[in-house]
C-alpha cells in the first residue's frame, strides 16, 4: 500500500490498485464519527458514443442513458438497496455528471457491512424490461421537474448555446422522448463497458482505519471475478472554436429575468499537472475580474445590474471546458454590456498586477484549507481530479508557483469573442 | 460539547475546543421577538452591516481586506427560529497552524468588531446610498421566491394554513415593510439589537479557552440586557374542514403540499416520537412515501414529508403530474392511514431511528453543524449530546408511533401547477 503524506496539511492518504484495476484511496480524518465511501466510474452523460466491450464496432445509445443506470443500479431482485443501507444507519445517495457516475454513503455505524453493501450492489447489475419501463415514470417527473427550475435551465440553456456537437449540450437526464427508447439490453451493454473495476475507484474517508479498510475491499474483490481490463475507445465530434448560438433568450413564469454569460474554452486537451495550473489560474483570473473585489463587481452592485445571486464558475474536463458568469437582473442588456467591455479591455490592456495575484492566491488557498474540513468535498473533488490525473493535493503549491504569464495564458483560452455566447431568461409577456 | 460563559447577563459565550478542523468558525447571534415589521428592519440591517463600514467604506475595500486574510469568510443572515428573529454574522478562517503567517485569527476578530460597533456612518446615521441598494437587495430576495416554484409552493402553504402567525412571517418581512424603512428607523434598529437582544456567541475549533474569553471581555464590549424567550404556545387547530387550494402557474409539474396539524411541538415532551413518526411516515428513502409513493407508483421523482415542530404542522412535498392530485392524495392519505393503524414493521422503525442517527452525528462533522444544532437543542439541556438524544429516539415503539399518528390531522391540500382550476 503507498502512503502519501503532505505535512503542511497534516493529511495521510494511501492507496493502491488492486489486481483487477480498481483504484483505492483512504484518508483517515481525525475528529470525525462519520465515514464517507464513494465508488465511482469514469462514465457519465457525454459519453454516447463508444464501442462496446466485446464488440469491433461503435454504437450511439439513448441520451440520458447514464443517470438511467445510476438510477436502476438501486433496484435488485430482492427489492430497493436504500432498505439496506438504512437498516445499517447509512445515508446512501448516488450522482450523474458530465463525466462520472458516482454512488455513496455515509455512516456513522456498520462501516464494513455498508461498505459491503456498496461494492455488492453495484457490481451486481440486474435490470428487466418491467423494472426498466416503471423507471421511465419518475425519472420523466425529474425532467419536468428541471424543466420547470429557471436556474437549471439557464445553466443548460448556457451550456447548449457554446457547443454545437460535443454531447455536453445534452441534458444529464436525456428527454422524455429519448429515455422511452432504453431498454434493459441498453443498460447491460452501458454497464460491461463502463463499470469494469479498471475504470473505476473507490474513495473512504473519515473514521476509517486504513489497513484494515484496504485488507477488506481487497478481499471483497478477490472473491468477484471480472474480465480483463479492455481500454474503452469513446468517440467524440469535432467541436468548432466559435459558440453554437451568440444569443439565446427562453420565456418562462419567472419575475426577474435571469442572464449567463457563457465563454467556452478552447484549450481541452490537457491532463496532469499541466491542467490543474489551466484550472486554478482560469478562477483566478475570474476572480480578479469579477469577484467582489473587482471594479466590474463593484460598479455593478452599485448601478443594480446584479445581485446577491451573483456567481462564476468554471469547468474544466478533456474535451470540454466553459466559464459562467451569471445573475438575475433588470437590465440583462447593461449586464451583458458590462461583462463584455470587461473582458474586451483586459484582452487589449492586460492590467492584472502581482498584487492582484497574490490576493487572489492568499484567497484560493484559504478556500481550500476551509474547503478540507468537509470529507463529501475532499472525495469528490479528489475523484474528479484523479480521473484527470490531477491530484487535489497539489492544489497550494501549483497555487504557490503561479505566475502572471500563467494567468495571462489561461485567460487567452476563454477570452476569445467568438466563442462566448448570453442567454437570457425573462418573464412571459403577458397576454391580453 | 460547548463550554458556556456568561459574559454579561444576556450574552452567552458558548466554546468548543477541538482540532478536528483547520479553521476556527464562529457565530454571534443577536435574538429578538419576530415581527414581520422588525424582520424586514433586521434583514435590511445585516446586508447594511455586511456591505461596508468606517474602516472600510467600499465594499470592495472590506473584500480585499478578508481576501488578506487568506479569505476569510465573514457574512451577516436573517433567519427565524420559532417566535424569535435571529441576526448571525458568521466567520471562518484558516486555524494560523496551517499557514506560514500568524495573527488571522486575530485580525479576523478586530475586523468583526468594526463591523460591529463601527457601522458605515454618514452625518450620524447609515449611508443613504448603501441603504437604499441593500433595501434593493432584500426586496429582490423577497421577490425571487415567486421563481422557484418548490419554495413558492411551500410558503403559499405556510400563508394558507397559518396566517399572521410566526410560521407564516419571513425573516425578510415584506416588500412593503423593506420599502418603508428610513435612516432612522434602521438606526433605531440598529441600537436596539445592540441594546436589547439576547446574544449568543459560538467559537468552535483549536483555541484556548482562557484567551478567548479575554479576548472577548477586552474586544466587545456587550452590555447586560434582558430579553426572555418564551416558547409560542401553539393554538389548538379544531380541523373540521379540509382546505382545498389550488392556484395556477405557467408551469409544467405539479407542485404538491399537503398540511398536517399536530399539537406536538418542538417543547413538547414527545417531540422526539413525532421526529421518529415523520421519519418513518416520509423523511428517509426507505420510508412509507418513498417506497409507495415513487417506487411503487412510479408518480413522483420527489415525494417527502418535513415536521415542522415550531409550528405544530407536518406537511407532504411532492412533484407530481397534476392530472394525478386526486390519486396522488388519496395515496398519501394511506401511508399515514397504515401509521394511525400501527402498520409499521421493527426494520422500518429501527432504519428510521439508525438514519436520525447518522443525520445527527453527521451533522456535527462540521462546525457550523455543531453550533447550530446546539443553539436549537440547550434550550433542553446545557450538557446536550447526539447520543442523549439519539437514546430518546431508540425508545420509541411502534405503539408510540400509532399514538403520535393519530394526532396529526389533514388540514390543507394545495396544488400549485399548470392546470386550470
Known amino acids: ?432 | 460539547m460547548f463550554k458556556k460563559v456568561v459574559l454579561q447577563k444576556g450574552v452567552n459565550l458558548y466554546i468548543r475546543q477541538t482540532e478536528q478542523f483547520k479553521t476556527i468558525t464562529m457565530s454571534i447571534k443577536w435574538i429578538s421577538e419576530l415581527d414581520a415589521k422588525q424582520a424586514a428592519h433586521r434583514a435590511v440591517l445585516s446586508n447594511v452591516l455586511q456591505d461596508s463600514n468606517a474602516e472600510y467604506r467600499e465594499q470592495s475595500e472590506l473584500r480585499k481586506a478578508l481576501d488578506e486574510l487568506y479569505g476569510t469568510v465573514l457574512y451577516l443572515d436573517a433567519s427565524k427560529r420559532d417566535n424569535t428573529h435571529i441576526i448571525s454574522l458568521n466567520m471562518e478562517c484558516v486555524n494560523d497552524e496551517y499557514l506560514s503567517t500568524d495573527g488571522v485569527f486575530n485580525d479576523a476578530l478586530k475586523m468583526i468588531q468594526t463591523v460591529i460597533f463601527k457601522p458605515n456612518f454618514k452625518d450620524g446615521t447609515f449611508d443613504e446610498s448603501v441603504l437604499r441598494r441593500e433595501k434593493r437587495t432584500v426586496i429582490e430576495r423577497i421577490r425571487s421566491i415567486y421563481d422557484d416554484k418548490a419554495r413558492y409552493a411551500h410558503k403559499r402553504m405556510f400563508d394558507l394554513m397559518r396566517p399572521n402567525s410566526p410560521a407564516s412571517i419571513s425573516a425578510n418581512g415584506t416588500e412593503e415593510d423593506v420599502e418603508s424603512i428610513t435612516g432612522a428607523t434602521l438606526l433605531d434598529t440598529y441600537e436596539n439589537m445592540l441594546k436589547n437582544d439576547a446574544v449568543d456567541i459560538y467559537i468552535v475549533g483549536d483555541v484556548k479557552e482562557e484567551e478567548i474569553v479575554e479576548k472577548f471581555k477586552e474586544m466587545f464590549n456587550f452590555q447586560e440586557r434582558e430579553f426572555v424567550r418564551k416558547p409560542s404556545e401553539l393554538d389548538v387547530y379544531d380541523v373540521k374542514d379540509v382546505k382545498t387550494t389550488f392556484e395556477k402557474q405557467d408551469m409544467k409539474q405539479g407542485k404538491l403540499q399537503v398540511g398536517y396539524s399536530t399539537p406536538v411541538s418542538f417543547y413538547h415532551p414527545d417531540y422526539p416520537k413525532m421526529q421518529v413518526t415523520n421519519g418513518v411516515f416520509g423523511g428517509f428513502a426507505h420510508s412509507k412515501l418513498f417506497m409507495n409513493v415513487r417506487e411503487k407508483e412510479s408518480m413522483a421523482y420527489t415525494v417527502n414529508s418535513a415536521y415542522a415542530a415550531y409550528y405544530g404542522v407536518v406537511y407532504v412535498m411532492a412533484g407530481i403530474d397534476a392530472e394525478l392530485e386526486e390519486k396522488a392524495v388519496k395515496l398519501i392519505g394511506e401511508q399515514l392511514d397504515a401509521l394511525k393503524n400501527g402498520d409499521v414493521t421493527n426494520t422500518e422503525l429501527e432504519q428510521t431511528v439508525a438514519l436520525l442517527s447518522n443525520s445527527i452525528r453527521s451533522a456535527f462533522d462540521s462546525a457550523r453543524g455543531q453550533i447550530e444544532i446546539y443553539d436549537q437543542y440547550k434550550y433542553f439541556d446545557a450538557d446536550f449530546s447526539a447520543d442523549k438524544w439519539i437514546a430518546q429516539w431508540k425508545a420509541v415503539t411502534i405503539e408510540d408511533i400509532k399514538q403520535m399518528a393519530s394526532q396529526i390531522k389533514l388540514e390543507l391540500i394545495y396544488l400549485l401547477s399548470g392546470r386550470e382550476a
Open chain 1, 1 to 432: 500500500m503507498e502512503k502519501i503524506t503532505f505535512d503542511n496539511l497534516q493529511e495521510t492518504l494511501f492507496h493502491e490498485k488492486l489486481d483487477n484495476g480498481l483504484s483505492v484511496y483512504i484518508l483517515p480524518k481525525r475528529g470525525f464519527s462519520k465515514t464517507y465511501v464513494t465508488f465511482t466510474t469514469k462514465y457519465g452523460s457525454i459519453d454516447r458514443t463508444f464501442i462496446p466491450r466485446g464488440k469491433k464496432d461503435f454504437v450511439t445509445v439513448p441520451d440520458g442513458i447514464a443517470h438511467f443506470l445510476e438510477h436502476k443500479m438501486f433496484d435488485k431482485k430482492e427489492g430497493d438497496v436504500f432498505q439496506k443501507f438504512g437498516v445499517l444507519g447509512a445515508s446512501a445517495n448516488a450522482f450523474t455528471s458530465f463525466t462520472r457516475t458516482s454512488y455513496l454513503f455515509s455512516t456513522t455505524e456498520n462501516l464494513y457491512e455498508n461498505t459491503k453493501v456498496l461494492l455488492d450492489f453495484v457490481q451486481e447489475p440486474y435490470f428487466t424490461k418491467e423494472k426498466v419501463d416503471k423507471e421511465k415514470g419518475i425519472i420523466a417527473q425529474e425532467i419536468t421537474m428541471y424543466d420547470d427550475n429557471p436556474d437549471w435551465r439557464n445553466y443548460f440553456g448556457t451550456i447548449e448555446s457554446l457547443y454545437k456537437e460535443h454531447p455536453v449540450r445534452i441534458d444529464i437526464a436525456g428527454t422524455i422522448d429519448t429515455i422511452e427508447e432504453i431498454t434493459a439490453e441498453h443498460l447491460y451493454e452501458c454497464y460491461e463497458t463502463f463499470y469494469h473495476p479498471s475504470n473505476m475507484a473507490v474513495f473512504v474517508i473519515g473514521a476509517v482505519d486504513p489497513d484494515e479498510m484496504m485488507n477488506f475491499i481487497k478481499e471483497d474483490q478477490k472473491g468477484k471475478e471480472f474480465s480483463e481490463p479492455e481500454e474503452i475507445t469513446r468517440e467524440f465530434p469535432e467541436e468548432p472554436l466559435e459558440a453554437a448560438t451568440k444569443k439565446t433568450v427562453l420565456e418562462m413564469d419567472v419575475q426577474r429575468p435571469k442572464f449567463n454569460f457563457g465563454m467556452k474554452c478552447n484549450r481541452t486537451d490537457l491532463k496532469g499537472e499541466d491542467m490543474l495550473r489551466q484550472d486554478l489560474a482560469v478562477n483566478l483570473v475570474l476572480d480578479i475580474l469579477f469577484g467582489r473585489t473587482s471594479e466590474f463587481y463593484t460598479n455593478a452592485y452599485k448601478n443594480n445590474l446584479i445581485d446577491e445571486t451573483f456567481h462564476y464558475d468554471f469547468t474544466l474536463e478533456k474535451g470540454f471546458g466553459f466559464a459562467t458568469v451569471e445573475s438575475d437582473t433588470e437590465n440583462p442588456t447593461d449586464l451583458e454590456a458590462a461583462i463584455q467591455k470587461t473582458i474586451i479591455s483586459e484582452v487589449e490592456n492586460w492590467t492584472i498586477t502581482e498584487a492582484d495575484l497574490e490576493r487572489a492566491r492568499k484567497r484560493r488557498i484559504g478556500q481550500f484549507m476551509r474547503s478540507l474540513n468537509s470529507i463529501e468535498f475532499i472525495s469528490n473533488q479528489f475523484t474528479a481530479y484523479n480521473f484527470n490525473d490531477m491530484n487535489l493535493f497539489d492544489v497550494v503549491p501549483t497555487l504557490e508557483k503561479m505566475t502572471l504569464d500563467d494567468l495571462k495564458d489561461a485567460f487567452s483560452t476563454i477570452s476569445s469573442v467568438e466563442s462566448h455566447t448570453v442567454m437570457t431568461i425573462v418573464p412571459k409577456a403577458k397576454e391580453n
